[in-house]
């Protein structure tokens, strides 16, 4: 018998002449066998373990997130509760219409419990304006004082305003000694009320129209 190396096709051809029906059925059967397992085992798995692998790496991921936030959940409630509380007192202590026209009366009545005498009165003709958004949501109202009472009843009166429970603020504050009257002084005091603004106006529909076309 030749060796295999020196086959050629009439060889293989009377080979497998020789071969019985039964031998090539087995064989055909276990190639057409071993190419199922291939195609339906092999090839799927080497395709989607990878994937599978991924999948679960990224599912990991999430889940420590999870975690992560969750143990931060607590905090941000507890920061939520007070940022919410701080905010609904600070609304609370911003002026009204209403309480903005008692303002000067509260004033005299804080000078006469400092034993300061209040001279004049005025509201401030400059005004002033928050930076956007808060502009359309608060508005100072300024006004000026002039008063007269010894130095540290004057500063008395002053820390009583910075403590008044509405938003009160002092913008400026001026002494001079009063030549006339030894151990009093003269203060002129510059005060701004916050005060909630009043909502903006809409713009009418047929000016907006013009404003736009002007733009164009």
């Excluded at 276990?30 to 195609?39: H, M, R, T, W």
């Excluded at 911003?94 to 004049?120: C, N, P, W």
């Amino acid at each position: 018998m030749k060796p295999l190396n020196r086959w050629n096709l009439a060889d293989v051809i009377a080979f497998a002449k020789t071969v019985e029906k039964r031998t090539w059925v087995i064989v055909l059967s276990s190639a057409v066998g071993f190419l199922l397992v291939v195609i339906l085992l092999v090839i799927p798995a080497w395709i989607e373990r990878p994937l599978l692998r991924r999948d679960i790496q990224s599912m990991e991921a999430q889940i420590r997130q999870v975690n992560a936030l969750n143990e931060k959940r607590q905090g941000w409630e507890e920061n939520q509760k007070i940022f919410g509380s701080l905010i609904e007192e600070t609304q609370k202590r911003v002026f009204t219409e209403d309480s903005l026209g008692m303002l000067l009366g509260q004033i005299s009545k804080m000078a006469g419990e400092s034993r300061v005498d209040m001279l004049a009165s005025r509201p401030l003709t400059e005004k002033a304006f928050f930076p956007a958004p808060y502009h359309l949501k608060y508005q100072p109202s300024g006004y000026e004082f002039t008063v007269q009472g010894g130095y540290h009843d004057l500063g008395n009166l002053t820390s009583r305003i910075e403590n008044y429970d509405k938003l009160l603020r002092i913008r400026s504050l001026e002494i001079t000694p009063d030549g006339k009257t030894p151990g009093r002084h003269i203060a002129e005091l510059k005060l701004w009320a916050i005060l909630k603004a009043p909502p903006q106006a809409a713009v009418p529909a047929k000016k907006a129209v013009k404003a736009k076309n002007a733009k164009k």
